[in-house]
Each structure stands twice: as structure tokens, then as C-alpha cells.
């Protein structure tokens, strides 16, 4: 089967619940008159299936979420003409998976128990095992390896038989002790009732206070502390993203029924999330392994071609690593992580300078791209070293933290840039002219772009919901959910109708085509790029200095 065709139309980016709160309210957003002609493709991130945590990037399962979607919202979009891209997370499965699951309730006896990957196998002769039975790897084994957070990325979890296993956990992790009634404490242990309902308050105030069953000061009733320990780590719960053992046939029995469940979806580009940490190796770096990153993507897909699945591999690395190219030289499309920041850049030296370099090497070297502004995520940072002058990177960044974003940085590391959050209206000091110019710069820009659609309705930071989230919320502030009414009502506005305008320009001109020629010229404060083919030229000239354009056809 030949891999589906996606073109190089505009793409919208939203969650499912972005506007009004199911996608079906998205989709009578795009049947309305003035959405007709602008997006070709909707990336819909994961929340759209059924999940748990991280807005959608744990995943249970591959099945519609029932609570935001149904599989006619899917037939709606593809009756619009609008192909999708959807993700499929190579890397960790959610531990609410039925696979995880049957692994505690079941133990050595479950057909899934290596489905997972078993710390203490993994790394048998390579380390010392410890007094919290795990083992702690010798220092040449991971001196180099790369880690999402601060410790070794273990979850213990409990057998059927009491023995605590570690396993490999990157990601997030939350281990929940479940309160406790006097009746459970009467079934489990010899006690009196009197003595249940006593302990059993105080148990669940500690539980409560964030204390972990060994620090609980029973009192007077102390003789009973083993028994009640035990009895919380048997019945305790999880949350968190599990890593998967792609040596094991079961997982690759499981990617295999994903992506075709995904291309009965009509999905025609699969997003691999997190796949540069799948393959793991002792002694390896773990993330972005060589070999082994490039074997699993072939093996991905071979798979892929053959439900005529395109491929898009989303990793951030910095441009000095080039990884991107080394992707692209593979065949595969690869993320423009550099145009948000370089427009940013190139609006505050007020020259284009590094964006026409940066046009100019993807025309060039044939780099096939999915260009964006903002998105779920954050403005990113770390992708530019080696691009940007270093000083450049961190003036930028204050910046927009000036303008009220907020950095986020790798595993609490201060001194080790990541990303911005914050809107990218915000981020250009929430100037409806700079955001005008920015989107059409990336309309010219080599690519398929992808639209976020709190970028489209010009949205500000949203601190509220930043804080509503707690600790580590920071991309609340970019994820505003709107009303059907909001969204309507900024239809009207200028900002909004002068982007829908642009967007059905660069999705109906028929200059615009994989195969048209792009140039591109810089002289101080202007840079112009323009696409040319048989059917004639369009050219857009951007003044940095006057922070006006001009669009030509």
C-alpha cells in the first residue's frame, strides 16, 4: 500500500476539548463559512483517545475517547476534506493499561510481565543491588545517560506475593496510598473494632498530610505498624507512564495493532512521540541511541508503509546535533522546531538574517518540514544552540520572559534551557502587527504549517489556569480552552480574519506545491521569500524595521 499523501496545506493543532468542549464543536466550527478553504489537515493531540494524565500523552488505549469524541467527529472532519495526523507514543503506555494491569494482579504468572522493562534485568551484572531492591548501576553505565528527572527513572511495584519489582519509568510516576476503613484494618489484622476506627483516623490523616506508611507514628499502637505497612504497599495504586520492552513480540504484537487501528481512523501522518527514548541499551545515553534509534524507526515504519502511514518522528535536539538532518536524510519529515524562535529572534535584531540562512538549507538540502509558531507545548529553546549565538538564545529568552512567559527547564537544571512557555502572541509582546507579519513569514517558510488554535484567535497568556494547575502547570498558560461563543464572536475580529484570509491564500494559490521553487534574499531590515512554479510566483517581502509586510501574487 502506498503511504497517504498529506500535502503541504495548512494544518489546525488542537485538543479535542480546545473549543466547546468536545470535537464535534470543532468540527462545526470548520463547516462555518469563514473557516471554508483554510485548514487541509488537523493534527487532534492524543486526549482525543482514551488517557489519563498529561493532557492526553499517557495513553490507556487507542480507542475515541467517549467523553470528548466519537468516531463520526472523525467521518465529519474526513467529509471536510481534512486528512489527519494523530500521534502514536512508541516510548511508554499508561500504568491504568490492561497490560500493566494484568502484571499486578498477576506477577510472575501474567503473560505481560516483560512487556515492560524489568529494571533489575535489564541491568543484572552491570551494578550492586541495593537495601531498596533495585539496582543501582555502576557509574560507567550511566555516567552518560540522559534523564527526564532528578534519580534513577524507577517505579517499584508491588507483586501478588509481596516482593516490590522496579520498573523503568522516564516519565511522570505517583504512587497513591488508599485510605484505609476500620473494617479492611479488622479483616486484614487481630484487632478490636475501637482500635480500627482510632487507627484507622489517624492512618488516613497521615495519608492525607503527604506522610508515606513508614513514617506514620501509630502512638500506643505501635505492635500493629508492620502489619498496617504491609497492608498499604499491598493495596496501593500507581500513576505514571510505563516504559515498553521493544524486545518483547507482545509490544511489537501491539504496535502493530495500533497504527492499523490508527489507519482505520483515515490517519494519513502518525506523530511518533518520545520514540528517541524507546531503545535502551547499558551504557548507552538512552535517548537518541546509535543504532538503535534508526533501527526502531525502520522497523516502525516497514510497519507504517504498509497501512500507507507516513511518518512524522518529533525530537527535540539542538541544531549543532543535526538530528533533524540526519532524519531527513533518511526520508522522514521532521519538525521545524527552529522557526519559532528565529522569528522572535529576527523580530528583535530586526534582520532576517538566520531565518534565510535556515530557508535557504532546507530548500537546499531537501528537508521536508511541519513548521509551526506556538503549540501544546512551548516555545522552543534548546533546538536553536548552534543556530543562534548563544548570547542571542539568552536575550531572546528574557525577552519573552519579560513579556511574561516562563522557562522550563530539563529535570530542575537551571543552567540547561529547554523551552518558553507562553502564548505566541504574548511572546511577540502581544502585538496584533508582529503576529499578522509572523504568520505569514510562515506561510513562505519551506513546509507544512501547523496552526495552534489559541495562535489563530490570538490568545494571551493564561496565568489563571497556570495556576490552577500547581506545581509544574506552567503550560496551562498556553492551553486555553475557549466557549463555542468565544470562538464565534472572535471570527469577526481583525486579527482572526486577516489570518483565515492568509491561510486560504496559501492553501488555494496553486503556487504553492512540493515541487515549486523557493528563494529567499535578506538586505538589513527586509527579507523576501518567494515560491515559484508553471502557474507564476508569489512573494511576501517582511520589514523588520517597520514590522509590516506585503504579500504579492
Same mark, same amino acid.
Given at each position: 500500500m502506498e503511504k497517504k499523501k498529506m500535502g503541504i496545506g495548512a494544518m489546525l493543532n488542537a485538543y479535542p476539548d480546545s473549543v466547546g468542549g468536545r470535537l464535534s464543536d470543532i468540527v462545526d466550527l470548520l463547516k462555518k463559512p469563514e473557516m471554508k478553504?483554510?485548514?487541509?489537515?488537523?493534527?487532534?493531540?492524543?486526549?482525543?483517545?482514551?488517557?489519563?494524565?498529561?493532557?492526553?500523552?499517557s495513553l490507556i488505549d487507542y480507542e475515541i475517547s467517549e467523553t470528548l469524541a466519537d468516531k463520526k467527529d472523525i467521518a465529519d472532519l474526513h467529509d471536510?476534506?481534512?486528512?489527519?495526523?494523530?500521534?502514536?507514543?512508541?516510548?511508554?503506555?499508561?500504568?491504568?493499561?490492561?497490560?500493566?494491569?494484568?502484571?499486578?494482579?498477576?506477577?510472575?504468572?501474567?503473560?505481560?510481565?516483560?512487556?515492560?522493562?524489568?529494571?533489575?534485568?535489564?541491568?543484572?551484572?552491570?551494578?550492586?543491588?541495593?537495601?531498596?531492591?533495585?539496582?543501582?548501576?555502576?557509574e560507567k553505565y550511566i555516567k552518560d545517560m540522559f534523564f527526564r528527572k532528578a534519580g534513577l527513572p524507577i517505579l517499584m511495584v508491588r507483586f501478588p506475593d509481596g516482593r516490590d519489582i522496579p520498573y523503568w519509568n522516564t516519565f511522570y510516576q505517583e504512587v497513591i496510598y488508599n485510605p484505609v476503613t476500620p473494617l479492611e484494618l479488622i479483616r486484614n489484622m487481630d484487632m478490636q473494632y475501637g482500635t480500627a476506627v482510632a487507627l484507622s483516623r489517624t492512618v488516613n490523616d497521615a495519608l492525607r498530610a503527604g506522610q508515606k506508611p513508614e513514617s506514620i507514628d501509630l502512638g500506643t499502637f505501635d505492635r500493629y505498624k508492620d502489619g498496617i505497612v504491609s497492608y498499604l504497599n499491598a493495596t496501593r495504586s500507581y500513576l505514571g507512564q510505563m516504559d515498553l520492552n521493544i524486545k518483547s513480540p507482545l509490544v511489537w504484537d501491539y504496535y502493530r495493532d495500533t497504527l492499523k487501528k490508527l489507519s482505520d481512523y483515515g490517519v494519513a501522518i502518525i506523530r511518533l512521540d518520545a520514540f528517541a527514548y524507546a531503545p535502551k541499551?547499558?551504557?548507552?545515553?538512552?535517548?537518541?541511541?546509535?543504532?538503535?534509534?534508526?533501527?526502531?524507526?525502520?522497523?516502525?515504519?516497514?510497519?507504517?508503509? !504498509? #497501512?500507507?502511514?507516513? %511518518?512524522?518522528?518529533?525530537?527535540?535536539?539542538? @541544531?549543532?546535533?543535526?538530528?533533524?538532518?540526519?532524519? *531527513?536524510?533518511?526520508?522522514?519529515m521532521v519538525y521545524d522546531f527552529f522557526l519559532p524562535g528565529l522569528i522572535i529572534d529576527a523580530f528583535i535584531r530586526k534582520n532576517g538574517v538566520y531565518l534565510k540562512q535556515w530557508a535557504d538549507e532546507m530548500v537546499s538540502d531537501g528537508i521536508r518540514t511541519v513548521n509551526m509558531l506556538g503549540c501544546h507545548d512551548g516555545i522552543p529553546l534548546l533546538?536553536?544552540?548552534?543556530?543562534?549565538?548563544?548570547?542571542?538564545?539568552?536575550?531572546?529568552?528574557?525577552?519573552?520572559?519579560?513579556?511574561? !512567559? #516562563?522557562?522550563?527547564? %530539563?529535570?530542575?537544571?537551571?543552567?540547561?534551557? @529547554?523551552?518558553?512557555?507562553?502564548?505566541?502572541?504574548? *511572546?511577540?509582546?502581544?502585538?496584533?502587527?508582529?503576529?499578522?507579519?509572523?504568520?505569514a513569514i510562515q506561510l513562505f517558510m519551506p513546509g507544512k504549517p501547523q496552526v495552534w488554535y489559541l495562535d489563530l484567535f490570538a490568545g494571551k497568556n493564561d496565568y489563571e489556569?497556570?495556576?490552577?494547575?500547581?506545581?509544574?502547570?506552567?503550560?496551562?498558560?498556553?492551553?486555553?480552552?475557549?466557549?463555542?461563543?468565544?470562538?464565534?464572536?472572535?471570527l469577526n475580529t481583525d486579527i482572526v480574519r486577516?489570518?483565515?484570509?492568509?491561510?486560504r491564500f496559501r492553501n488555494t494559490c496553486p503556487?504553492?506545491?512540493?515541487?515549486?521553487?523557493?528563494?529567499?534574499?535578506?538586505?538589513?531590515?527586509?527579507?523576501?521569500i518567494e515560491w515559484s512554479n508553471q502557474y507564476g510566483k508569489a512573494k511576501l517581502t517582511a520589514d523588520f524595521e517597520k514590522e509590516d509586510y506585503q504579500i504579492e501574487y
Open positions: 478553504d483554510v485548514f487541509r489537515s488537523f493534527y487532534i493531540l492524543p486526549s482525543v483517545f482514551n488517557t489519563d494524565l498529561d493532557r492526553g500523552f471536510l476534506n481534512i486528512d489527519l495526523l494523530m500521534d502514536f507514543i512508541l516510548n511508554h503506555i499508561s500504568v491504568l493499561s490492561y497490560q500493566f494491569q494484568d502484571i499486578i494482579r498477576n506477577g510472575d504468572e501474567s503473560a505481560y510481565r516483560d512487556f515492560f522493562i524489568d529494571w533489575n534485568k535489564f541491568w543484572a551484572g552491570c551494578g550492586e543491588m541495593t537495601e531498596g531492591g533495585y539496582i543501582q548501576p555502576d541499551e547499558p551504557g548507552e545515553r538512552n535517548f537518541l541511541n546509535d543504532p538503535g534509534t534508526w533501527e526502531l524507526l525502520q522497523k516502525i515504519d516497514d510497519i507504517a508503509s !504498509g #497501512y500507507g502511514l507516513t %511518518l512524522l518522528p518529533e525530537i527535540h535536539a539542538s @541544531y549543532a546535533e543535526k538530528t533533524y538532518h540526519r532524519l *531527513a536524510e533518511k526520508g522522514y533546538d536553536l544552540k548552534g543556530l543562534l549565538p548563544e548570547e542571542d538564545i539568552q536575550n531572546m529568552i528574557d525577552v519573552v520572559v519579560r513579556r511574561g !512567559g #516562563y522557562v522550563k527547564d %530539563l529535570h530542575g537544571a537551571k543552567n540547561v534551557y @529547554y523551552q518558553v512557555n507562553a502564548t505566541y502572541f504574548s *511572546a511577540l509582546g502581544e502585538s496584533e502587527k508582529r503576529l499578522l507579519m509572523a504568520r489556569a497556570m495556576a490552577k494547575a500547581g506545581p509544574g502547570g506552567h503550560k496551562e498558560i498556553n492551553r486555553s480552552n475557549l466557549s463555542t461563543e468565544e470562538a464565534e464572536r472572535l486577516k489570518q483565515l484570509e492568509m491561510l503556487v504553492f506545491t512540493e515541487d515549486a521553487e523557493i528563494t529567499t534574499e535578506c538586505n538589513e531590515t527586509k527579507m523576501t
